[in-house]
């Protein structure tokens, strides 16, 4: 630990800083409607992209000062050549307690075993429908087929708890969500539903649901109650009163959360970005590849955590972020 900062990642509102969300890629095999538009080939240069070494470095500085948990995320993560091999180097680093990745899981089936054993604890895997026709429709490709296979393969590698994450959409999926409801039920997966946010021109696009009325649907409907399951990030629970299932209310639209964020992301070429709703952003590329040391950079990381905004304006200014999801890191 360096002997001139105390490990405390505290932005200017108080807020403490203990989660990461680290983008290896902004490839993706998928075109999803509300992520990336369909001939998108705007991508990073792989020359820029961060390497395994300086992943570590980098990161390990972010957890001699407090940092606590990691999500490995993309585009589609998977498609980072050697992946586990960078898991396990993250879990090892001292002070990093959680590591999880979010994924498409058609790679999935490949993977689970290597991961599990790298040190990946949780999965957060995206399902938006449970019908193929929907799920090509959404994602430009024939693959639920390829997605129920990665699941299985996952509970079979001893992954748990997998989070389904499903974002709500007027008009496309919205008759699902209680067939999903039922369906992560049955399969004991936790359910996280969210509001499709205004990223790019695609997020704008997509047909926005406020999920507060759906929640007091599933509630009545399932006979839910208030849980005191807790994630790393912003979902809000019901549970089952047998504490058998949860489902997560994700919400930065009908009922923001960032009074309470504790979460930045890391993109694949660097850049750190501090909210995904405004343009904060630090780069550390450049002081990885211009021989900073380890002090300059914990120096770094506490000053780019004074750009962190107090919230994110989606509602008031729902044109202002022209970056795509997948180019922030999901």
Known sequence: ???TLIPNLTDRFGRRIEYLRLSVTDRCDLRCSYCMPEGFKDFEEPAHWLTFDEIERLLGAFARLGLKRVRITGGEPLLRRDLPALAARIASLPGIEDLSLSTNATQMDKHASALKAA???RLNISLDS???ERIEAVTGRDVLHKIMAGLTSAQQAGFAPIKINMVAMRGVNDDEIDAMVAFCMERNFVLRLIEAMPMGDTGRNT????LQPVKARIQARFGLVDTAFQGGGPARYLGSPDGQFSVGFIT???QHFC???????LSVDGTLYLCLGQEEKFEFRPLLRG????????????AALELKPERHEFREQPNKIVRFMSATGG
């Not at 047909?207 to 406020?210: E, G, H, N, R, S």
């Not at 009074?259 to 992301?265: A, I, K, S």
């Open 207 to 210: 047909q926005y649901l406020d």
């Open 252 to 254: 930065p639209i009908s």
């Open 1 to 3: 630990m360096s002997a």
């Open 130 to 132: 449970l019908h193929a």
């Open 119 to 121: 040190g990946v604890t």
């Open 291 to 302: 021989g900073a040391t380890d002090v300059e950079l914990e120096n770094a990381i506490r």
């Open 259 to 265: 009074g309470t964020c504790n979460r930045v992301r």
